[in-house]
């Protein structure tokens, strides 16, 4: 579980980051809390919003010539489909296996984002400021 001194660490400086962030944290919130009957709906949700989320992080990497482009998006491809094998097993109603790796998906989270995201946020801010007007 996120404490809120985690999530007060979540800020990179990267509004558009930091906002996805807060709701994919905040979805991870949830779903440890989330009874039987509303977990899959939120299982499902945080796969679509974790594709967008991804997506939407190789562009920007795109967009500033990040230089783990590689070593990032494997990072993503690995959980996206984990996820999409697990949305797999909760639609056939078998919730175990989810919720640990859900329960798993803050350490992994807080790991990705002091390494990985990180280096974007700073790549990005830097690509912004040198940029010419
Ligand atoms: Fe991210
Ligand atoms: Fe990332």
């Given at each position: 579980m996120l404490t809120a001194t985690d999530r007060a660490g979540h800020a990179l400086?990267?509004?558009?980051?930091?906002?996805t962030h807060r709701?994919?944290?905040?979805?991870?919130?949830?779903?440890?809390?989330a009874s039987e009957a509303d977990f899959p709906g939120?299982?499902?949700?945080?796969?679509?919003?974790?594709?967008?989320?991804?997506?939407?992080?190789?562009?920007?990497?795109?967009?500033?010539?990040?230089?783990a482009i590689a070593e990032?998006?494997?990072?993503?491809?690995r959980v996206l489909a984990d996820l999409t094998h697990l949305a797999i097993r909760v639609q056939q109603g078998n919730?175990?296996?989810?919720?640990?790796?859900v329960s798993g998906l803050p350490d992994w989270f807080r790991h990705h984002l002091a390494t990985m995201d990180s280096?974007?946020?700073a790549r990005l801010k830097a690509h912004a400021t040198h940029q010419v007007p």
């Open positions: 400086g990267v509004t558009e980051m930091d906002d709701t994919f944290v905040g979805y991870l919130d949830a779903l440890a809390k939120l299982f499902h949700q945080l796969l679509g919003h974790t594709r967008k989320h991804f997506e939407r992080e190789t562009q920007l990497m795109h967009e500033c010539s990040f230089p990032h998006g494997a990072e993503h491809a919730l175990v296996m989810a919720r640990t790796y280096a974007l946020a």
